[in-house]
């Protein structure tokens, strides 16, 4: 591609993040005059309160046969309203500024690795560990064969962000298959299709 050619798919990239940043925009400053709430949904206090748990490494505390105990700390208000989350978020700030900076990049770790891999808590099998990591090792191949690709690059920052944003909140398995199974498959897929497409030539 030459020069013209990027300029012109970087500007129509920077129009549909312009686009998306005025919608979502909307909702926010709606919500901040509303209610004082600058957002577009309840709930990341909750999340990032059970995130922040020691205990469990910030998995979600089922896994380890364990309930909840964020309606006590909010005293029955639900963890999904603008009161509740509020509490959760100031609680989950505490617990963060109490805790030893080696026991929450011990915690950011181990969550690192499990929104990738999955957490032993609760993988009845590792088939689905087993297809992660063949999905992760393909992205790879994808990215490192076309990563001068605009919409490659894209598609693989968007997945890392993902990924990244991912880590101080809850881990549940469906958040990490909600997060990054969309991006890795696309990933993926180019990196088969590279592979297929040379073996087909050889023949």
């Not at 577009?40 to 089922?62: K, T």
Request: glycine share 8%.
């Amino acid at each position: 591609l030459n020069n013209l050619a990027l300029a012109k798919i970087f500007k129509r990239y920077v129009i549909i993040h312009l686009i998306a940043s005025i919608c979502v925009g909307a909702y926010i400053f709606k919500n901040i005059e509303k209610f004082n709430f600058p957002s577009v949904a309840v709930g990341a206090g909750n999340a990032l309160y059970l995130g922040s748990n020691p205990v469990f490494f910030g998995q979600e505390p089922v896994y380890f046969d364990v309930m909840w105990d964020n309606l006590g700390v909010t005293k029955g208000i639900s963890p999904l309203t603008i009161e509740g989350d509020k509490i959760l978020r100031e609680k989950a700030e505490s617990m963060l500024t109490q805790l030893p900076k080696l026991t929450i990049a011990e915690i950011y770790v181990n969550k690192a690795a499990t929104l990738l891999f999955g957490s032993r808590t609760h993988l009845e099998n590792y088939a689905q560990r087993a297809w992660r990591i063949v999905l992760i090792i393909m992205a790879a191949v994808g990215v490192a064969i076309y990563w001068r690709n605009p919409i490659t690059l894209l598609i693989a920052g968007a997945t890392t962000y993902q990924w990244l944003v991912h880590i101080p909140v809850l881990y549940n398995q469906r958040y990490s298959a909600g997060a990054l199974d969309i991006g890795l498959m696309l990933l993926a897929s180019i990196g088969i299709w590279k592979i297929w497409g040379a073996q087909l030539n050889r023949k």
